[in-house]
């Protein structure tokens, strides 16, 4: 009898092993099939994790991404840039500016890439020095060391915005850039002036405690209120892919809203991703790019056509480019969310 109750026990033990086993496996097995269905797609940044990226960590990690049926996976840009990745197809979607993506909208080195949203709505970039310098406005650059990246556009820019300050830009120390610490070098008086994005390495100095003046480019000028920077796209995958497409956007849209209203958890999400960052530089940025990502537009990532277009026309007057640039090069709002 005793052997006869241990043998049913042990077979209803292996009945509901069994049983389990099963439910797991068809578990798995929607899992797997649920993950084969979904879009894969690729997303490439344009530098290291930072609180211009924020939405797309949030998109990921709140299921939004998931929501529409596409699976993201997010890596890091190659030397030569995002574009060259979403040029050739390898990656879907990646982030740009629409200066340094110029080669790649127009002239020889044409590929099929175009911006499809703002990131931020308007140029937070400008010159930072240390308060009390007299840089802060451009024409006391003369006679102070400025760390140039050596290229046309970013020197024609500055020279414009001296040049309508009554400055003489021949007078501007211009030294080969090696910064890679804002706050170091100006400490250090390694360099004098810098060119910033505010939203990153001008809060670092605020964060830092380094006391700064600071002017935007786009407050000297309105043709510098270009877009930088944007989320690029590979035309010819949007054109097969359109739903798809509208679909990333949309999911976007919705972890950059978040990022907006909750700028405090947004920044949790982003550490999360990325635990190498300054916490306190990491939130005080939040804070900062929470007012920039949509600033005065009802339509996340919206490109003014007007605004776009004054920039590379601008490009075109003073002939910084290889070959004529046509209106309406580069971007794209009919993929975006209304």
Request: aromatic residues 10%; negative net charge; proline residues 5%.
């Amino acid at each position: 009898m005793k052997k006869l109750l241990a043998l049913i026990l042990a077979c209803m033990m292996l009945t509901a092993t069994l049983a389990a086993c099963s439910s797991q496996q068809k578990t798995d097995n929607k899992a797997t099939a649920d993950t084969a269905q979904k879009t894969k797609v690729t997303f490439v940044l344009d530098w290291t994790p930072n609180t211009n990226h924020t939405g797309l960590y949030v998109a990921k990690d709140k299921g939004y991404f998931d929501e529409a049926g596409i699976e993201v996976e997010i890596v890091q840009p190659p030397e030569d840039g995002a574009e060259a990745l979403v040029g050739s197809g390898k990656a879907q979607f990646g982030v740009s500016f629409q200066d340094s993506m110029l080669p790649a909208v127009a002239g020889d080195g044409k590929m099929p890439i175009e911006a499809v949203a703002a990131l931020v709505q308007h140029n937070t970039s400008g010159i930072i020095s240390l308060k009390g310098k007299g840089m802060d406005k451009p024409k006391g650059l003369e006679g102070k060391k400025y760390a140039t990246w050596d290229l046309p556009i970013e020197k024609a820019t500055l020279k414009q915005v001296v040049e309508a300050d009554g400055g003489d830009f021949s007078k501007v120390e211009l030294i080969p850039s090696t910064v890679t610490d804002e706050v170091s070098a100006l400490q250090s008086n390694t360099v004098d002036a810098i060119w910033v994005f505010y939203g990153w390495a001008g809060v670092a100095t605020q964060v830092a405690g380094l006391e700064t003046d600071y002017f935007a480019f786009k407050d000297i000028d309105p043709v510098f209120d270009y877009y930088t920077p944007v989320v690029i796209g590979n035309s010819d995958w949007m054109q097969s892919n359109p739903e798809v497409t509208k679909a990333f956007l949309e999911a976007l849209r919705k972890g950059y809203e978040f990022a907006i209203d909750k700028p405090d958890e947004a920044a949790d999400i982003l550490l999360a991703n990325a635990p190498e960052l300054d916490k306190t530089l990491v939130k005080e940025s939040q804070k900062y790019m929470s007012k920039e990502y949509k600033s005065d537009v009802e339509r996340w990532g919206y490109i003014d056509p007007a605004r776009w277009n004054a920039f590379y026309n601008w490009i075109n007057k003073n002939s910084l480019f290889t070959s004529e640039i046509p209106e309406n090069t580069g971007f794209n709002n009919d993929y975006l969310p209304q």
